[in-house]
């Protein structure tokens, strides 16, 4: 079953609007978790990573206030598109490992597919 | 280059055949690697994580050529519902705070 749930699936929604993104870890703790953005046809990009109780960790070229990331529980983290335009219209997907060390798997959220009119 | 590379395929082949495909990596460092499939519009999903001495999960098998710094996916008995994308992915530090997904290899399965 599903170790990482997102919500919501799908966002239509008018230019300048903010939207918030939320993903939990469900029967496991996540202190870190990870944003993604994947464009049609292309790969996923790391956006930023998550971090429990401390500010995010964001690639270069991605605006931290742009896409900001609160990580408030052990469980919980969201990415809020603030203002957001056409252009960010994608589809964003959250991951969380289970476990720690390097070895153990991401597992991804169903993802968020978000259309900017 | 990039530090992980695939053949973005499409790979086209007829159902019951067997197909292969490879990942580079160009770190030497690289901890972990795992084999995700996606499908169209949906998440990535975890297929299977790739051990040095190989391993086999029913009609898949994953390697790991550290000497040469590839990974393999093979898929035996290819049925209608493998087609999807397949994304190899690398983590280059033992936290797996650095994660680097390829672009991923289409694979077409025809009846």
């Known amino acids: 079953g599903a170790v990482v749930s997102q919500h919501p699936s799908w966002v239509i929604c008018k230019s300048g609007t903010s939207v918030k993104i939320e993903c939990r870890s469900l029967d496991f703790q996540a202190t870190t978790m990870f944003w993604y953005r994947q464009f049609p046809k292309q790969s996923l990009m790391l956006m930023a990573t998550?971090?429990?109780?401390?500010?995010?960790?964001?690639e270069q070229g991605v605006e931290k206030d742009k896409f900001l990331i609160n990580h408030a529980s052990l469980t919980l983290s969201t990415l809020t598109v603030t203002s957001a335009h056409p252009e960010d219209s994608s589809f964003y997907i959250c991951?969380?490992?289970?476990?720690?060390?390097?070895?153990?798997?991401?597992?991804f959220g169903d993802g968020t597919r978000l259309s900017i009119l | 280059r990039k530090e992980v590379e695939q053949d973005p395929g499409p790979f086209n082949v007829p159902e019951g055949a067997t197909v292969a495909f490879n990942c580079t990596y160009s770190n030497s460092a690289s901890q972990s690697f795992f084999w995700y499939r996606q499908d169209c519009r949906k998440e990535p999903k975890l297929l299977m994580s790739?051990?040095?001495s190989g391993n086999e999960d029913g009609r898949f098998t994953a390697q790991l050529n550290r000497a040469s710094q590839y990974i393999s996916l093979l898929i035996r008995d290819s049925k209608l519902s493998d087609s999807a994308t397949y994304l190899c992915?690398?983590?280059?530090?033992?936290?797996?705070?650095?994660?680097?997904f390829g672009s991923g290899t289409r694979l077409s399965i025809r009846p």
């Open positions: 992915v690398v983590t280059l530090d033992s936290s797996a705070s650095k994660i680097i």
């Open positions: 991951s969380a490992r289970k476990g720690t060390g390097g070895g153990q798997p991401q597992h």
């Open positions: 790739v051990y040095s």
């Open positions: 998550s971090n429990e109780g401390s500010k995010a960790t964001y």
